[in-house]
């Protein structure tokens, strides 16, 4: 028997199957094709907004993700340094082809341990609620003591392109329909959501020349802590805009867009919608943004970010010939909806485990998220929670202040999302905590002890963590005169230490290192240089989110038990009373945050946990 079998090899399985063999479990991944090992099946591209943050926990904590997608990229861009550093968010144009082959290489290197059975999932073997076995259609029964689903798009999985409908779950492969029947079977509610994709376009029949050329940064950072360098040369993606003519063919033609003709009645993405979408939503604007990304270095094809469509093919085209540079343009593939089946994500606990049958774990988009980013962060924890369960230890759970992917977690057990769930930096409340450089600074102590990364690994970190305190010290106590590093300044022999003075957004610590004079120690590397920059300069916002931190971390820990019975509750408000029966919240915390649970339900929750605390502790003293 195994420990752990995983279904699905998109990115959520293969970080849920890493992660469970790290720590410490037997592992078997079964998915259709050993080759489509988290193929990219919609954009090029890892991290953006938030994305890029999930990415860099991901790598602190021992997963997959960064070091393919350094191993891939073709492009490096830091979003949002405009504004603060708490918004800072890291990008990747890849190589379609070079990330799954290093995601297949990594796995033939580092995890020759788990086995991967190529075959389809048909449902799960079950006595009571407990989890036995999977069940594989030429396998037959593979028998486990857990289980994660990670289906991706592929449950009931239905393509649209205008009329032209397909049984798959991704352009041109067969969906997985008897996992769908297998979960109604064991009374887990189904909901369909839809999602959408852009269309191909060769590259030779655009004129990328008039078009806005965005290129490759020239500083150098990596999403993977063992990246020392670039591996691939950087290519330049291309900014286009949409026309009005190409927003009045589609208005002429959208009763023939299965999102408005009442084909698809699924829910799609709000914050990343189609194209007819943006056309009928926003009527007064005349032009919308287009991305041409490439699909890697040697591939004849452009993605074309902004164009999600499932209008007809022929009404596709001709609206993208309208955009300058593109009037010959020639498609490999044109753009498509794809429907899908998911699991509420109230029928998860914060592990990630289900609750009808607690060894059987979801992960990526059958919990109702969108996109690469958080289906492998979901994969990990699934992962190593079900090997932590298998080895008899505490669960690994990450708080909202420890990671944006406690955050996620989090929203998805108490907020019931309506529609696919992206991560956005707005949805962390502590997000300059949580800031894309010091992922392993937040993560290394819990990545250690469930057994995520070695000794080895953590003992650097804590070197490194002790150096940076040792630099923020000294900065502390040395003084420079004002007069050296402010123009003008009215007290300018007046002393100020360099803590201070980096409050000031005018002075960079290498201008203080400049005038260090011997009394600084050597220069530190560039990454470590900007961590002690950025917790000096910001060090009043650091400390007061530290503060409400610690003021709401009482009521995080605070423990609802699963059984509860919330009918003892007699005064609770009607809806108060259904939504904490159906998120079953694992916290006091977690309950705050379900809509619909006023405060007077929360202090009157509080209370009975209280009485039953007494009552439990009376008992035990008797």
């Given at each position: 028997?195994?420990?752990?079998?995983?279904?699905?090899?998109?990115?959520?399985?293969?970080?849920?199957?890493?992660?469970?063999?790290?720590?410490?479990?037997?592992?078997?991944?079964?998915?259709?094709?050993?080759?489509?090992?988290?193929?990219?099946?919609?954009?090029?591209?890892?991290?953006?907004?938030?994305?890029?943050?999930?990415?860099?926990?991901?790598?602190?904590?021992?997963?997959?993700?960064?070091?393919?997608?350094?191993?891939?990229?073709?492009?490096?861009?830091?979003?949002?340094?405009?504004?603060?550093?708490?918004?800072?968010?890291?990008?990747?144009?890849?190589?379609?082809?070079?990330?799954?082959?290093?995601?297949?290489?990594?796995?033939?290197?580092?995890?020759?341990?788990?086995?991967?059975?190529?075959?389809?999932?048909?449902?799960?073997?079950?006595?009571?609620?407990?989890?036995?076995?999977?069940?594989?259609?030429?396998?037959?029964?593979?028998?486990?003591?857990?289980?994660?689903?990670?289906?991706?798009?592929?449950?009931?999985?239905?393509?649209?392109?205008?009329?032209?409908?397909?049984?798959?779950?991704?352009?041109?492969?067969?969906?997985?329909?008897?996992?769908?029947?297998?979960?109604?079977?064991?009374?887990?509610?189904?909901?369909?959501?839809?999602?959408?994709?852009?269309?191909?376009?060769?590259?030779?029949?655009?004129?990328?020349?008039?078009?806005?050329?965005?290129?490759?940064?020239?500083?150098?950072?990596?999403?993977?802590?063992?990246?020392?360098?670039?591996?691939?040369?950087?290519?330049?993606?291309?900014?286009?805009?949409?026309?009005?003519e190409a927003h009045d063919g589609i208005r002429a033609r959208i009763?023939?867009?299965?999102?408005?003709?009442?084909?698809?009645?699924?829910?799609?993405?709000?914050?990343?919608?189609?194209?007819?979408?943006?056309?009928?939503?926003?009527?007064?604007?005349?032009?919308?943004?287009?991305?041409?990304?490439?699909?890697?270095?040697?591939?004849?094809?452009?993605?074309?970010?902004?164009?999600?469509?499932?209008?007809?093919?022929?009404?596709?085209?001709?609206?993208?010939?309208?955009?300058?540079?593109?009037?010959?343009?020639?498609?490999?593939?044109?753009?498509?909806?794809?429907?899908?089946?998911?699991?509420?994500?109230?029928?998860?606990?914060?592990?990630?485990?289900?609750?009808?049958?607690?060894?059987?774990?979801?992960?990526?988009?059958?919990?109702?998220?969108?996109?690469?980013?958080?289906?492998?962060?979901?994969?990990?924890?699934?992962?190593?929670?079900?090997?932590?369960?298998?080895?008899?230890?505490?669960?690994?759970?990450?708080?909202?202040?420890?990671?944006?992917?406690?955050?996620?977690?989090?929203?998805?057990?108490?907020?019931?999302?309506?529609?696919?769930?992206?991560?956005?930096?707005?949805?962390?409340?502590?997000?300059?905590?949580?800031?894309?450089?010091?992922?392993?600074?937040?993560?290394?102590?819990?990545?250690?002890?469930?057994?995520?990364?070695?000794e080895e690994r953590y003992e650097s970190i804590r070197a490194r963590?002790?150096?940076?305190?040792?630099?923020?010290?000294?900065?502390?106590?040395?003084?420079?005169?004002?007069?050296?590093?402010?123009?003008?300044?009215?007290?300018?022999?007046?002393?100020?230490?360099?803590?201070?003075?980096?409050?000031?957004?005018?002075?960079?610590?290498?201008?203080?290192?400049?005038?260090?004079?011997?009394?600084?120690?050597?220069?530190?590397?560039?990454?470590?240089?900007?961590?002690?920059?950025?917790?000096?300069?910001?060090?009043?916002?650091?400390?007061?989110?530290?503060?409400?931190?610690?003021?709401?971390?009482?009521?995080?820990?605070?423990?609802?038990?699963?059984?509860?019975?919330?009918?003892?509750?007699?005064?609770?408000?009607?809806?108060?009373?259904?939504?904490?029966?159906?998120?079953?919240?694992?916290?006091?915390?977690?309950?705050?945050?379900?809509?619909?649970?006023?405060?007077?339900?929360?202090?009157?929750?509080?209370?009975?946990?209280?009485?039953?605390?007494?009552?439990?502790?009376?008992?035990?003293?008797?």
């Amino acid at each position: 028997m195994v420990d752990v079998v995983v279904i699905g090899g998109g990115h959520a399985g293969v970080e849920a199957a890493a992660a469970a063999s790290r720590a410490g479990a037997s592992v078997v991944l079964v998915t259709r094709e050993r080759a489509a090992l988290a193929r990219l099946s919609c954009n090029p591209a890892m991290g953006g907004t938030a994305k890029g943050q999930l990415v860099k926990e991901i790598d602190a904590l021992g997963g997959l993700m960064g070091i393919a997608t350094d191993r891939s990229a073709i492009q490096y861009r830091m979003l949002n340094r405009s504004k603060g550093p708490a918004v800072w968010s890291p990008r990747a144009q890849t190589d379609r082809d070079l990330y799954t082959q290093a995601i297949d290489t990594l796995f033939y290197e580092r995890y020759p341990d788990v086995e991967i059975v190529e075959d389809e999932a048909t449902g799960f073997a079950v006595n009571g609620d407990t989890l036995t076995g999977v069940r594989l259609a030429n396998v037959g029964v593979l028998a486990c003591k857990t289980a994660i689903l990670c289906s991706g798009t592929f449950m009931r999985g239905l393509t649209h392109t205008g009329t032209v409908q397909n049984q798959s779950g991704r352009f041109g492969e067969p969906p997985a329909n008897h996992i769908s029947a297998d979960l109604e079977r064991l009374g887990y509610p189904l909901l369909r959501f839809k999602t959408g994709t852009p269309p191909r376009v060769y590259r030779d029949s655009i004129d990328l020349s008039v078009m806005e050329q965005q290129d490759s940064e020239d500083e150098s950072w990596y999403f993977s802590h063992e990246t020392t360098q670039r591996y691939n040369p950087q290519l330049p993606c291309y900014r286009a805009y949409t026309v009005p003519e190409a927003h009045d063919g589609i208005r002429a033609r959208i009763d023939e867009s299965p999102m408005y003709n009442g084909t698809i009645q699924s829910t799609g993405p709000r914050y990343c919608p189609s194209i007819e979408d943006k056309v009928m939503r926003f009527p007064d604007r005349d032009r919308h943004p287009l991305i041409f990304e490439p699909e890697g270095l040697n591939n004849p094809l452009m993605y074309v970010n902004g164009f999600s469509s499932s209008m007809p093919e022929e009404v596709q085209l001709a609206s993208l010939r309208t955009v300058p540079g593109c009037e010959i343009v020639r498609f490999a593939r044109p753009g498509y909806a794809v429907e899908y089946d998911v699991v509420p994500p109230h029928e998860l606990r914060a592990t990630l485990s289900t609750r009808r049958i607690p060894g059987l774990y979801l992960a990526g988009q059958i919990n109702g998220t969108s996109g690469y980013e958080e289906a492998a962060i979901q994969g990990l924890i699934a992962g190593t929670n079900a090997a932590l369960t298998v080895k008899g230890r505490d669960p690994f759970i990450l708080r909202r202040d420890e990671a944006y992917g406690g955050v996620l977690v989090d929203d998805l057990v108490t907020t019931h999302p309506t529609e696919p769930y992206r991560m956005f930096t707005s949805r962390a409340e502590f997000r300059l905590l949580l800031r894309q450089d010091n992922a392993e600074e937040r993560l290394h102590e819990k990545a250690f002890r469930a057994g995520l990364i070695p000794e080895e690994r953590y003992e650097s970190i804590r070197a490194r963590l002790d150096d940076k305190s040792s630099w923020i010290k000294r900065l502390e106590t040395l003084k420079f005169r004002r007069g050296d590093l402010v123009a003008r300044d009215r007290k300018p022999d007046q002393l100020e230490s360099a803590a201070q003075l980096l409050r000031r957004p005018e002075i960079s610590l290498s201008a203080l290192l400049e005038l260090g004079n011997g009394a600084l120690p050597e220069r530190p590397d560039p990454a470590l240089l900007y961590a002690i920059e950025t917790e000096l300069r910001y060090a009043g916002y650091l400390d007061r989110e530290r503060r409400q931190v610690e003021k709401l971390r009482s009521q995080e820990e605070k423990r609802v038990p699963d059984d509860f019975d919330y009918d003892i509750v007699k005064a609770l408000s009607a809806e108060g009373r259904q939504k904490l029966e159906t998120h079953r919240p694992a916290t006091v915390g977690q309950a705050s945050r379900i809509a619909g649970v006023t405060p007077s339900d929360l202090a009157l929750l509080v209370v009975f946990l209280r009485d039953r605390e007494r009552v439990a502790a009376r008992k035990q003293s008797a």
